[in-house]
């Protein structure tokens, strides 16, 4: 009876300097949805991602420029031991015309000297002119710099696929955080709750071993389970205080001020979404018509088309039609005019420029490579369709897996619990042995687990189908 005492005191004692780890009491749901809003309205990668279509637009204001009115001009004087030798001066003001790639002119010329022949000698008042460059063949229809604005359009709608990637991209990284966070919160409030078991489960043994009840060892064995579970209690405090410093890494505010998570914010339960054969068919549907890899391939292939017209443009001759009238003076109703523009009947000049290369070599070949470029860009849009359509494929048949392990490992803790109940009536009327009273209970609290981390990857498998699908929520 003496060493009976002694190991029950040497148990208190025991019990007395066993310590839990702490945390706060919770208090309030933070859901998912409201860590979703979060995310995308202040994380700093999703604000980043608007740079790209900012970045985009302003392209699309350089591609502009190239229809930009310009003044342009010259001045030329030579003079040479007091004589003149000429004193020339251009100045126009020069507008691009949309349709038909034709240069509106209007400007002042102004030659003068002793050594300038008659056929560019203007007068001291020079001459005022009003003319149009036109494009007969090659440009006509499209030249590089209307090419150049349709393919800066069309980049925008790259710039969003991009953007719209990027997201994406940190939508899945948070939403897998959540759910750590999650399973980190559940397996902590189960072990807490095993390891509260456990401690009441230790008096009770040491009072009933007091009386003499039961015997005296009873108690090392409770006492061995309370601090074994008092290892796994303080890992799960653990793990659960690291999940929500890394959870806490996409909370932000106004002004790009890092948040917390509040020591209150509890994680809301799975939704416990069921998808059906329709839900993938709609995934499917929808990756055809807004998944940015394959949005990106579509219009490139739109720019390439941009591309192969203006290849073929290139093949025919460059002719340019200069046609000019003219007024003396700085005005536009001068007396030697007796029609202006367009009918050019006295006081005009034309010119017609001319380029044809004789085997246009050079053309052609800028004209295969584009044709290459494009049956490349198919190809790989192919591909990418392919493998787009196998990952959603995956990640449902990942999602639907986990459904029926969720239900199978549900019933396995609904019979788990009928096994621990039968084996603490055994233990009561003394036909079993708290040895395996703690067995059954550690595989309850095992399963149970498994359970929520089951959860877990079911909800973390649904944030991969969307990705896949290039989606980052189901309201899409």
């Given amino acids: 009876m003496l060493r009976y005492s002694y190991l029950l005191l040497i148990a208190g004692l025991l019990c007395s300097n066993i310590t839990q780890a702490q945390i706060p009491d919770s208090s309030r749901v933070f859901t998912y949805r409201e860590f979703f809003q979060q995310v995308l309205s202040y994380h700093p990668v999703v604000q980043q991602s608007d740079l790209i279509a900012e970045s985009a ?15 342009q001009g010259t001045f030329d004087r030579k003079v040479y031991k007091g004589k003149e030798y000429f004193n020339r001066s251009d100045f126009f003001l020069k507008v691009p015309v949309w349709l038909g790639g034709a240069d509106l002119k209007v400007g002042w010329d102004r030659n003068v000297g002793e050594t300038l022949s008659d056929d560019i000698r203007t007068g001291p008042e020079g001459i005022t002119y009003l003319g149009l460059t036109v494009p ?10 209307r090419a150049t604005l349709r393919q800066a359009v069309l980049f925008q709608d790259i710039a969003d696929a991009e953007r719209v990637k990027a997201v994406n991209k940190i939508v899945l990284t948070a939403a897998k955080d959540y759910w750590n966070w999650y399973f980190a919160y559940q397996q902590y409030r189960l072990i807490q709750d095993f390891y509260q078991l456990a401690e009441t489960r ?18 090392t064995e409770a006492l061995v389970t309370l601090q074994d579970r008092q290892v796994q209690y303080n890992q799960a405090v653990l793990d659960l205080q690291n999940a929500r410093l890394v959870l806490s890494n996409h909370l932000w505010g106004k002004e790009r001020v890092p ?13 416990g979404r069921i998808l059906t054969d329709a839900t993938l068919s709609d995934l499917l549907q929808q990756a055809r018509l807004r998944h940015p890899e394959l949005l990106k391939f579509e219009i490139k292939s739109q720019q390439l088309r941009i591309d192969e017209r203006l290849g073929r443009e290139m093949l025919r001759p460059s002719i340019f039609f200069n046609a000019s009238t003219l007024y003396r003076g700085l005005s536009f109703n001068g007396s030697e005019t007796k029609s202006g523009f367009p009918y050019l009947n006295d006081n005009y000049k034309f010119s017609v ?62 019979n788990q619990e009928l096994l621990l109940n039968a084996e603490i009536r055994k233990y ?28 877990t990857k079911y909800e973390k498998a649904l944030a991969t189908l969307l990705f896949a699908a290039g989606l980052a929520d189901w309201q899409q």
């Fill in 57 to 71: 637009r302003r392209d699309l204001l350089i591609a502009r420029g190239g229809l930009d009115p310009s003044i």
């Fill in 136 to 145: 007969l063949g090659q440009g006509l229809l499209i030249d590089s710099r």
């Fill in 259 to 271: 948040l917390e998570l509040p020591d209150d914010a509890i994680p809301q339960q799975t939704a």
């Fill in 428 to 455: 009561n009327i003394g036909e079993s042995s708290l040895f395996l009273v703690n067995t059954r209970e550690a595989k309850l609290n095992e399963l149970r687990v498994k359970v929520e981390s089951l959860r």
């Fill in 353 to 414: 420029d001319l380029y044809l290369p004789l085997l246009f070599r050079k053309e052609r070949g800028k004209l295969q490579q584009i044709r290459i470029k494009q049956l490349q860009n198919d190809l790989e849009l192919t591909q990418a369709r392919r493998e787009v359509s196998n990952e959603i494929n995956v990640a449902f048949n990942e999602v639907k897996l986990l459904e029926d392990q969720i239900i199978v490992q549900q019933r396995a803790v609904q």
């Fill in 202 to 219: 230790f008096r009770a043994t040491r009072q009933r071993a007091l009386i003499g009840d039961i015997a005296a060892i009873d108690t």
